[in-house]
């Protein structure tokens, strides 16, 4: 037990002194994140909001991808990309395998299905009167969509967070396409996996510290944008 | 002849496979108040949806002065508002609700007068309202507040679906009142889906009767529901719920549903009353309403409990000393009836 407690004494320690290795995998972690849920975010929520709101053929297995998608694992996203961007293969001139961008592509393909699901369903939670709301006001199509958004965001919002907290948390992708390179693309989870196999509680306890403490950090944030909107 | 606001010409919609509107021709002229009355299910509040650019029609078009309009259309969407029948109102304060289409349409500078003056047309004047969140107004307000939106944005087109059905009298009152007052200030023209046969006929220059969404006549036929069943004389009958018989030509199949226009309607003692012959008969005023345009009365009979509306000229209500409460004789035509 006594190994554990000293762990979260040297975590402290690490962190009140600003240990550059513990801090360059929390910049790496909160870059690569913020890129990637960026990303899904961007694409996913109007991709969401068309697979919610409108119907068409084939809707219905569409939705089930997703949903199924939703579960892909990490280490078989890391795979597809890592054999996308390694030198042999079609993105390899790019030169993207073991950087912090080729992670943040392998983390938006992970957000991506878990955006469009849940921003899917958020639309298709929607009263259908709002839409004869919004329209007999007199939107145009980009105000009806806008405004239908704004009125399930706290569902969108709750979307978000989920495929955030699974991004931040994932550990295959970024340990196969990203290499767990020190200073350059080793994030928090890699680097808890790798001092963990070294025996090096401290480092690791600390990396978990900090992940929980992002999770405290962006989960208050979004409360008070709750309370606030 | 000023050219109408609106002009349907073929218009037909369905879901799925079934017909809910079908109407080969309508036209509303501007600044005039029109009435649409049908039972549930009609296509009122599809027809209203397709007339406010909700929704386009599966077949036919839609001309809005003179122009061929669809939803999001750039030429209509600002001058057209529809109120719907249940209200909904977006998540946010009552001041941003009104605020909403003022905003869409640009109105930043007098924003908040607008809105005031508007909230305050409904009778929700105050600041403390307009800070109000959409979730903590009764339905009554929550109504007002909706009508208040369309108000502040000043619209040609008025489209109110059943605006008094589900709220209290003293709200339904004054939505009457605000809504024809845009009608008298604006001069906007209203389109009225509503039950209130009483109102829509003192207020509408012109009440449409809407039934399995076709249009006919002017809203005074009574509509009679099958089955019918074969009687004497090569008539076929229907028994009423007070023991009566209506008495109708052959129908086009037993479930059929039958226009019926009384022919006349008279005052008539208990003598008279159990004198009663065949295509006569006999029930209570129910109702009698002054129609706007032509000063004809709308008099509604009860016969058992089924409601029968006649238009009578005011000196032959006077003649027959109609008031709610007399009873009558009512004469139809059994081979004037008609089929839908």
Redesign the interface.
Known sequence: MNFILEGFFQAFHLLASGNAETYSAIWATVKVSSYSIGCSLFIGIPLGFCLGYFDFSGKKSLRTVVDTLMALPTVFIGLLVYAFLTHRGPLGNFGLLFTLPGIAIGQTILALPIVIGLSATAVESM?Q?????????????R?LFL?SL??VRHALLAGAIAAYGRVMTEVGISMMVGGNIKWHTRTITTAIALETNKGQFGMGVALGIVLLSIALCVNISISFLRRRY | MVPPIYEIRSLKHSYADKTVLDIEHLTVQPASIVGLIGPNGSGKSTLL?ML???ESPTQGKILFNGREVE??S?EA??L?????Q?P????RSVFKNVA??LK??GHSSDLVSRVNEALALVGLAGEDFARRPWDALSGGEAQRV?LA??LA?KPEVLLLDEPTASVDAASAQLIKEVSLRARQELGTTLIIASHNWDWLYEVCEEVRHLFKGRLFGAGKENVIFGPWHQGQCNLWEKRLPDGQHIRVSEPPEPDAVAIVEPTSVAGASDATLADAEANILQGMVSRLALEKTNAEIVVTILIGNLPFTSKLPRQQVQQENLYPGRKVRLNYNPYSVKWL
């Open positions: 009263d009167k709002l839409r004869i709301a919004i329209m007999s006001m007199g939107a145009n199509r105000q405004s704004w009125e | 949806r406010g650019l909700i939803p999001f750039d969407r600002f057209i508002t529809l109120l719907p249940e909904f109102l977006m998540k909403y289409g869409i349409r909706a939106a369309r944005l």
